[in-house]
């Protein structure tokens, strides 16, 4: 097939297509000099651009678009396989990462004795021989709020003597320096369901139990029982509003 000059066709066609756009642009009142002039240029390069590409040209030319069309679905088929193979490849490598690691692990032994208290959130596991783990002491800050809480949540019925902090006024118990903070909310609620909760003491029992336990802490430091009062009643005010 002949060869294709790529620049002469390619000038000869915007040629032609400039003609044809200038031609088609006339207005219905153009003199006819404008008309025939126009038209012949337009004729003119729509004869040159067709003396110059002939049909083996054109065969070439689409040869070549059909040829690059094969190459880029070929570049495409094969781009889509190697990202697949990579796919593989990596899931293989994790897995085999995957199942050395668990080789590597050395077998943890069962203890004979593991036993467990509570349920689900609260379940404690312990070795029997070695006892049930010992809870964190409580720093002084924590003591003294547990206490607080003690007090002010149970108000007469807490026992509060020799630095403890327990209410046993219902079932469960609750021992607010030993117990966890997660404990201590599971009994609150278990105490909520039941109808064995204890009456809740009055503003003034609170108010005196806790000037009480108060200065019997710091006696230099805490306020007096009517200014518990106040305060409570000051809090109370504003929850209400």
Known sequence: MADIDRARLRALAEKARDAEAAYLALPNTAPADDVLRLGRARNNASHALEHAASPDAILALLDALDAAERERGEARAQRDDTAIEFDVAWGAALKANAERDALAQPEQPTCPHIRSSGSGEWATHWCEPNGPPAAPEPSANERRLRRLLCIVKHGRSAYMDDGEAQDSSAHPSIDYLRDSLDEIEAKWRLRASATLTAPEPS?????????????????????SEDEVTDALRAAAAARGK
Do not use: K
Not at 206 to 223: D, F, H, I, Q, T
């Open 203 to 223: 503003e003034a029992e609170v108010a005196a139990a806790m000037a009480s336990l108060y200065r019997a802490m710091e006696p230099a430091a805490w306020p």
